[in-house]
């Protein structure tokens, strides 16, 4: 302020003083534009840098749409959601997806059905039960949980899992909805559990001191009273998880037999996901047309999602 | 009632344990399954060497360098855009309105699923840009993936700079750019570095995004410049050929565990450098 005070006065103060004095003014108000239009830049640059986030989600969407629409106008949007069978590569090809659809929403169903239970409960573990150590072995093992590649999770699933399935429930094969509900259950846990874990640790603890107060003991007050409290983010931290499972593809690939069968428990099944991976590689025309709107569908399916995430957490941000 | 309320409490606090356990367990379980079938199958000359139908070789270089060059292009691009990102959102923008456009799609990213990328990348870095599968189009697809890693990290550390040294800096008469320069991003260098090395944590372990734009080659380039304009499977993606692809289980058991080591070094040295970088401020 104080500078520019000095600069703005400069002319004429200089017309009075020894040219020296003048020319050294000239000079420091040639670096002030410098600087000036150095801010000028540097704030157009870190504002394209904050566009760039903007940018990447209109290009994915427009992309996305425009690639995923052809194909649902000439198959017909009633015959690709609903259709039951999916021949993609037949002489006389039927693009019906419903069998990907129910498969996608049946496998994040089961997996939060094993996963969520699972999930909340180790978060009130950490949060409140665990002593110290434990917790930190514990916390320690579900970040590096978040870590493994999904690759490595197919991998155990295909070696491990698939054939243990097989072996319990007698199939013949045990690459089928059951083993990919199994690693999907396991994917979701660690973005559950620490959403879940500080959404936990936010509750105040005077909520919990008047409940022991009050005569309940410390497992009734985590139960009724914290996980109560704490259920925006518990909510959200499930959401995270559902859209995590929707959108896993490579693990559940490898484990769930990717037949385009309808749905059940033991049979070979194709995911949204696994639809597009599994026939991207060698797809033309249509059949190409179709994978991308399999890929608007599955994106569809995310925003509402993201969606419901955003609902959940202003909802909690209300109630306090 | 009383016996009741025991029971039920006995009961919750069983099930809390055996679910923790649970957890241990799993993570116990892929981990000792992972090294025990992975240790006799890799070897030095394993991990040296290329893989050649025509020499009958095996190995997984190749997979190492272009998971190491996937890494470097990605940061080296994603950095500096998402890094001003945060900047700008923390230091320069003020209207609300925008803010919350800005974070709420750095949300969508972020749970946009990786396949999706995939198909994205592919239209517009292969076939729109011209790029083809080659590890450019795979790196330009991950710089995206990554971004909301970056801005989020750096923003939380930014929010962590006190307020008395940016109204220091700016009462003795410095700019806004001098001060981000010189004050702002050293003092959250903790957070840039978590950022950075989370972001090469996801690159490492992706690969249903880099399935069809970075492809699967198998071959070592001659130079950078080839390298990054030829088609070449990451790690991850080797590991997926491998094992579902062509059914070769001794290399992928050796590629799941040098997965696994890096992961588990990525999220030690994440750890390491958000408590070292922070006590220096």
């Known amino acids: 302020m104080k500078q520019e005070a000095i600069l703005t006065s400069g002319p004429q103060l200089g017309t009075k003083q020894a040219p020296e004095r003048q020319v050294l003014l000239q000079k420091r108000s040639a670096g002030r534009v410098l600087k000036d239009a150095m801010e000028k830049i540097m704030n157009a640059l870190f504002f ?3 566009m760039a986030a903007v940018a990447c989600v209109l290009l994915i969407t427009v992309y996305i749409f425009s690639a995923g629409l052809p194909a649902i106008r000439q198959i017909g949007l009633s015959d690709f959601l609903l259709g039951r069978v999916w021949k993609s590569t037949a002489a006389e090809p039927s693009y019906g997806i419903l069998p990907f659809i129910l498969t996608s929403v049946y496998g994040t169903v089961g997996a939060c059905v094993i996963g969520v239970p699972v999930g909340v409960l180790t978060a009130v573990f950490l949060s409140k039960m665990a002593p110290p150590r434990l917790a930190a072995v514990v916390s320690a093992a579900v970040e590096l949980l978040a870590g493994i590649p999904s690759v490595v999770y197919g991998l155990i699933g295909m070696l491990v899992l698939v054939p243990a399935v097989a072996d319990v429930f007698r199939l013949s094969s045990g690459a089928c909805l059951l083993a990919a509900i199994l690693v999907l259950a396991v994917m979701i846990l660690p973005s559950m559990i620490s959403v879940a874990v500080t959404a936990l640790n936010a509750v105040p603890p005077e909520y919990e001191q008047a409940s022991l107060a009050l005569g309940a003991t410390p497992v009734e007050t985590y139960f009724k009273v914290s996980l109560t409290a704490a259920r925006s983010g518990i909510a959200a931290g499930i959401v995270l998880g559902i859209g995590r499972a929707v959108g896993e593809a490579m693990a559940v690939m490898m484990v769930a037999g990717n037949v385009a069968n309808m749905p059940g428990i033991f049979t070979s099944v ?16 249509l059949q190409r047309q179709a994978l991308f709107s399999i890929g608007l569908v599955l994106f569809l399916f995310i925003m509402a999602i993201n969606a419901v995430l955003n609902l959940v957490l202003k909802g909690g941000r209300d109630d306090d | 009632m009383i016996e009741k309320r025991r029971i039920t409490g006995m009961l919750l606090t069983g099930a809390v344990y055996l679910a923790a356990a649970l957890c241990l367990a799993v993570l116990v379980g892929i981990i000792g399954y992972v090294v025990i079938k992975g240790l006799p199958a890799i070897s030095w000359k394993l991990i040296t060497s290329v893989p050649s139908v025509t020499k009958g070789t095996q ?17 080296l691009i994603v950095l500096p855009i998402g890094v001003g990102a945060a900047v700008y959102l923390n230091e320069y923008a003020s ?16 749970g946009i699923p990786s396949i999706l990328y995939g198909l994205v990348g592919y239209l517009v870095f292969c076939q729109k840009l011209g790029l083809q599968t080659s590890l450019l189009s795979g790196c330009l697809t991950l710089t995206i993936m990554t971004l909301p890693t970056i801005i989020r990290t750096t923003q939380e550390s930014l929010k962590t700079v006190p307020t008395s040294y940016r109204e220091g800096a700016l009462g003795l008469g410095a700019t806004k750019w001098h001060i981000v320069r010189t004050i ?6 903790d957070g840039i570095v978590t950022g950075c090395i989370l972001a090469a944590g996801r690159v490492v ?3 249903a995004a880099l399935l069809f734009t970075a492809g699967t080659g198998k071959l070592v380039a001659k130079s950078l410049l080839a390298a990054y304009s030829r088609s070449g499977a990451s790690l991850a993606v080797a590991l997926y050929l491998y094992v579902f692809e062509e059914g070769n289980f001794q290399v992928g058991y050796a590629i799941a565990l040098v997965l696994l080591v890096l ?5 030690l040295a994440a750890k390491w450098a958000r408590k070292a ?3 220096k401020t």
């Open chain 2, 263 to 267: 992961v588990t070094a990525i999220n």
């Open chain 2, 205 to 207: 372990g992706e690969s």
């Open chain 2, 184 to 189: 702002v991003l050293p003092c959250s260098l």
């Open chain 2, 59 to 75: 190995g997984i270089l190749p997979f190492l360098l272009n998971t190491l060059y996937m890494i470097l292009l990605t940061l």
């Open chain 2, 95 to 110: 209207n609300k309105k925008l803010i919350r456009v800005i974070e709420f799609t750095t949300e969508t990213l972020a």
């Open chain 1, 270 to 285: 194709t995911f949204l996901t696994t639809a597009i991976a599994k026939e991207m590689s060698y797809a033309s025309g």
């Open chain 2, 277 to 279: 970088l922070k006590q």
């Open chain 1, 48 to 50: 394209a840098c904050g």
